[in-house]
């Protein structure tokens, strides 16, 4: 009996769906005070704490905000772990049966909105004037 090379692929895809691993990654932004908008990458995400998927690690662009606060802009980098790393990805995305979680948690501290002081203002103003002068 001869079995067509569709056949084969169709119980191979079968078989590694049975087989398969997963791995799951998550990340959780917790914010003091908590209720801050927190966008990820220019992408409103949600208020804090928020969790969210991803499915690469690198480089992030972090961005809170919350009224009566000032703004926080920042970059926090996500360390591959050695299990995605080549040659065991392969082993812990398809060839484990376990389920595997990356979770990782970043925390940021708002500072209050500070109003700036009118003399001071004033000064840095002036220097301003002069220097285009």
């Not at 067509?4 to 799951?24: I, K, N, P």
């Not at 690690?57 to 080549?86: C, W």
Request: charged content about 30%; overall charge neutral.
């Amino acid at each position: 009996m001869r079995i067509s090379s569709l056949t084969l692929v169709v119980l191979a895809a079968c078989l590694g769906q049975m087989l398969g691993g997963c791995v799951e990654r998550r990340l959780t932004i917790k914010t003091e005070p908590e209720g801050a908008l927190v966008e990820l990458n220019d992408e409103p995400i949600g208020p804090s704490p928020v969790t969210v998927g991803f499915n690469w690690y690198g480089n992030y662009y972090v961005r809170i905000s919350m009224d009566g606060y000032q703004t926080l802009a920042t970059h926090r980098k996500l360390k591959r772990p050695e299990h995605d790393k080549f040659p065991w990805d392969f082993f812990a995305g398809v060839l484990s049966s376990e389920r595997i979680v990356d979770s990782y948690e970043w925390t940021f501290t708002l500072e209050p909105m500070q109003r700036p002081d009118r003399d001071d203002l004033i000064k840095k103003a002036e220097r301003v004037r002069n220097r285009l002068r």
